[in-house]
C-alpha cells in the first residue's frame, strides 16, 4: 500500500502525486486529506499511523508537502527524499530528484523503509483523483505535535495583477538600473494588463519588494508570455520563470544566457527599447 | 535573546551549470561562494531580534574549511560568533547533518532562544534538516516564515499562502525556517569585515553518519536550448515586437 496525502482533490500537484503513486506498481493507494486547521506536527502524527505497514508514505512537493513529509521522517528516523520526478522502488530505492530549483537533478539511493519522497512538480501529467479518504488529526498526536497550528490567516490586499496567474508578466533585471527606471516596465505592463516582475538582483538591491521577484527564492510563474528586460538569465531566475510559455528577452548583450532560453529576441537597450514598444502599442489603439 | 542561525556555503552559479568529470559536484573553479538566499535573511533575522531585544547571535555551518569565509561574512554584517562543523567537503545527508547539528546545540552552554534555518538550501533543497534537528531537540518548528514578531507569550510568526498569511503563536525555545523577503539584507561594511576577523570561531570535526539519501550522480536537465527568433535591434524592433504580440493573441 502506498499513503498518498493530498492538499485537496482539485490541487494540480495534489493530482499529479496520486498519478505518481499509482505508476509506481507498489499496490493501492490510499489517498488522505487531512481535516482542519495546518498543524505540521499533528498532521505528520497522522499520516505515521496511517502509513504503518506502508510501501511508501508520499506527498505533493509543494511547501506544504514537503513539510509534512520531513516531519513524517524525523518522527520515524527515516531518510526522504524531496521533489522527485522518478522513483525505482527496491532495497535502496533509486531516486531521481530536483536541485537548484530545476537547474540541475540528481540520482540519488534512497535507504528507508516506508519509502519517504514528495512529487516535484509536472514529474508526471496530473489525473482526476478518483477517491479521498478526508481525516481529523489523530488521537495519537500529542500536546507537543499540536503547539503549531495556524491561528489565523491574514487576507491577501489584493489591488494588481497577480505574479503567479498572470497571463503576461514584465519583468526588469539589473539592466534597468534604478527604482524610477521600472517606470518603462510599468507603463508596457499596464498597455499589456500584465503584471511587474523583477529578479533577485533588483529586490536585494531595494528597487522593487520582494513579491516582485521571479526566481528560485521568489515567485514561480507560468504567464503564456513572459516579457524579461535587462535580465542575464542566471539559474537562479530561470529556475523561476521555466514555466513560461513563451519568452521575449530583451537585453544589450546579444551573448547573455537568457537568450538561450528565449523565443524571441531583442538586442538593444532596455531603455531604448521598451517605451519604443509601448508608443507602438498607442499608435496601433488609436489607429 | 539567543539566537543562532544555520547556513550552507553554496556556489554562485551564474548563468549555467557546468559539472565537474565524476559528475558528483558542480564545477567551481571559475565561481565565488555565497551562503544560501534564505540564510542570508535569517542571518539578517538574527542580528535585528537581538539588536532589538539583547542577548547574542551565532552563525553555524556544517562544511569544508573553506566555509570559514561564509561564516566571516556572516559575522561581517553583524552576528557575533561563530561554529565550524568542518567535513573534508564531500556532501553529508540531511540526517547525518541535522545529527551534527544536534550535537553542537547540546554541546553548548547557554541553550539558545531561537534557532533559524532557511527553509531550504539553494543547492540540495531537501527541505528537512530544521525539522529534523528541531524533532530531536523536541522543539516545536514553523516553516517558509516571512515574518517574525515578539509578543509576550513567545513569536508570531506569519506564512504566506495563497489565500494571504497564516499566523503561528509559537512558545520558545523554537526553531523557525524563514524565506527571502522576510528582511532586505544589509552589506557588510570595511569595518564591519574588521570586527568579523577578530570574533571567536568554534570549530570541530563531527564524526560523519553513513548516508541514507545518498548522491550516486549529478544530472543537467536535457538541454532547452532554442534557437531565439531575434525581432531586431533598438528601438526599430519595436513594430515587429508588436506584430509577434498580435500572431500570439496577447494583443487584440
Known amino acids: ?287 | 535573546m539567543n539566537v543562532l542561525v544555520c547556513v550552507k556555503r553554496v556556489p554562485l552559479t551564474g548563468g549555467k551549470i557546468t559539472l565537474t568529470d565524476d559528475e558528483r559536484a558542480i564545477q567551481t573553479r571559475h565561481l565565488g561562494f555565497t551562503v544560501s538566499p534564505h540564510e542570508e535573511c535569517g542571518a539578517e533575522e538574527a542580528i535585528r531580534l537581538v539588536d532589538a531585544h539583547g542577548g547574542s547571535s551565532t552563525v553555524l555551518t556544517l562544511g569544508p574549511p573553506e566555509a570559514e569565509e561564509q561564516l566571516r561574512d556572516m559575522m561581517a554584517i553583524g552576528i557575533d560568533r561563530a561554529i565550524h562543523l568542518i567535513t573534508d567537503g564531500s556532501e553529508w545527508d540531511p540526517q547525518a547533518t541535522a545529527a551534527a547539528i544536534v550535537g553542537a546545540v547540546q554541546a553548548q552552554d547557554e541553550p539558545f532562544d531561537l534557532i533559524l534555518f532557511g527553509t531550504e538550501s539553494a543547492d540540495a533543497g531537501n527541505y528537512q534538516v530544521a525539522i529534523r534537528v528541531a524533532t530531536a531537540l523536541g522543539l516545536p518548528v514553523v516553516n517558509g516564515i516571512k515574518s517574525i514578531e515578539v509578543v509576550p507569550d513567545g513569536l508570531r510568526c506569519e506564512q504566506e499562502v495563497a489565500a494571504g498569511r497564516d499566523v503561528y503563536l509559537l512558545p520558545t525555545p523554537a526553531v523557525i525556517t524563514v524565506k527571502e523577503g522576510i528582511n532586505l539584507p544589509r552589506y557588510p561594511s570595511v569595518p564591519g569585515r574588521m570586527r568579523a576577523k577578530r570574533k571567536p570561531v568554534d570549530a570541530s570535526q563531527p564524526g560523519p553518519t553513513p548516508a541514507r539519501l545518498e548522491m550516486v550522480r549529478l544530472v543537467l536537465p536535457a538541454g532547452s536550448s532554442k534557437q531565439a527568433e531575434i525581432l531586431g535591434r533598438g528601438a526599430e524592433a519595436a513594430l515587429p515586437v508588436v506584430a509577434m504580440l498580435r500572431e500570439i493573441g496577447v494583443l487584440a
Open chain 1, 1 to 287: 500500500m502506498i499513503l498518498c496525502f493530498v492538499a485537496g482533490t482539485e490541487d494540480e500537484l495534489s493530482q499529479q502525486a496520486v498519478a505518481f503513486a499509482g505508476s509506481l506498481g507498489l499496490g493501492e493507494v490510499r489517498v488522505v486529506a487531512i481535516d482542519g486547521p495546518f498543524a505540521p506536527a499533528a498532521w505528520a502524527q497522522t499520516l505515521v499511523e496511517l502509513g504503518a505497514g506502508a510501501e511508501a508514505v508520499i506527498a505533493p512537493g509543494d511547501d506544504r508537502g514537503n513539510e509534512l513529509l520531513a516531519h513524517v521522517a524525523a518522527k520515524l528516523e527515516q531518510p526522504m527524499a524531496a521533489n522527485c520526478v522518478a522513483v525505482t522502488p527496491g532495497a535502496p530505492a533509486t531516486v531521481r530528484r530536483v536541485r537548484w530549483g530545476g537547474s540541475l537533478l540528481e540520482e540519488a539511493r534512497l535507504d528507508g523503509a516506508p519509502l519517504l519522497f514528495t512529487v516535484a512538480a509536472h514529474a508526471v501529467a496530473a489525473e482526476p483523483i478518483a477517491a479521498v479518504e478526508t481525516v481529523v488529526v489523530s488521537d495519537g498526536a500529542s500536546a507537543a505535535d499540536r503547539v503549531v497550528v495556524v491561528s489565523e490567516t491574514v487576507a491577501a490586499s489584493g489591488g494588481g495583477v497577480s505574479l503567479s496567474d498572470a497571463d503576461v508578466v514584465v519583468s526588469g533585471g539589473r539592466g534597468v538600473g534604478s527604482s524610477e527606471g521600472f517606470s518603462v516596465i510599468e507603463e508596457l505592463a499596464e498597455l499589456l494588463g500584465a503584471a511587474v516582475g523583477c529578479s533577485r538582483a533588483v529586490t536585494s538591491a531595494g528597487w522593487r519588494p520582494h513579491t516582485d521577484q521571479v526566481g528560485q527564492t521568489g515567485t514561480k510563474i507560468a504567464p503564456e508570455l513572459y516579457i524579461a528586460c535587462g535580465i542575464s538569465g542566471a539559474t537562479q531566475h530561470m529556475a523561476g520563470c521555466k514555466g513560461a510559455k513563451r519568452l521575449l528577452a530583451i537585453n544589450p548583450d546579444g551573448e547573455a544566457s537568457i537568450f538561450a532560453s528565449a523565443d524571441y529576441a531583442v538586442i538593444g537597450d532596455l531603455h531604448e527599447v521598451v517605451p519604443a514598444i509601448s508608443a507602438e502599442i498607442r499608435k496601433a489603439r488609436s489607429a
